[in-house]
């Protein structure tokens, strides 16, 4: 199981980017699902986007906004996100999962978004 440690976080205004990176402490090769979760206060955490083997998927919420990319030489994941709402704000969490392995996650990483 990878450990994973977020960065990138902070303050935004709306409409303004930012970009988080996940760095994973071992290979996190072609057969791992990777992605970003969120989870805002008082809500369940949810699905940002993913990348598996066959695809790449993004929440409705977040289509056309946000970005997810790896680079797999370097074991990090990305998520750029642009034209940032208030509804944005939560913690992000990076995610990794190979087959029927238990997931990893990372310690999270707060986004603000202020108007």
């Known amino acids: 199981q990878v450990q994973l440690v977020e960065s990138g976080g902070g303050w935004a205004q709306v409409g303004g980017s930012l970009r988080l990176s996940c760095t994973a402490s071992?290979?996190?090769?072609?057969?791992?699902?990777v992605g970003w979760y969120r989870q805002a206060p008082a809500k369940e955490r949810e699905l940002v986007a993913l990348?598996?083997?066959?695809?790449?998927s993004y929440a409705d919420s977040v289509k056309g906004r946000f970005t997810i990319s790896r680079d797999r030489a370097k074991n990090m994941i990305y998520l750029q996100m642009n034209n940032l709402k208030l509804e944005d704000s939560a913690v992000y969490y990076c995610?990794?999962?190979?087959?029927?392995?238990?997931?990893?996650w990372g310690q999270g990483t707060q986004v603000n978004v202020s108007s």
């Open positions: 995610y990794a999962r190979i087959l029927r392995a238990p997931a990893s």
């Open positions: 071992g290979s996190i090769e072609g057969a791992y699902t």
């Open positions: 990348i598996s083997p066959a695809t790449t």
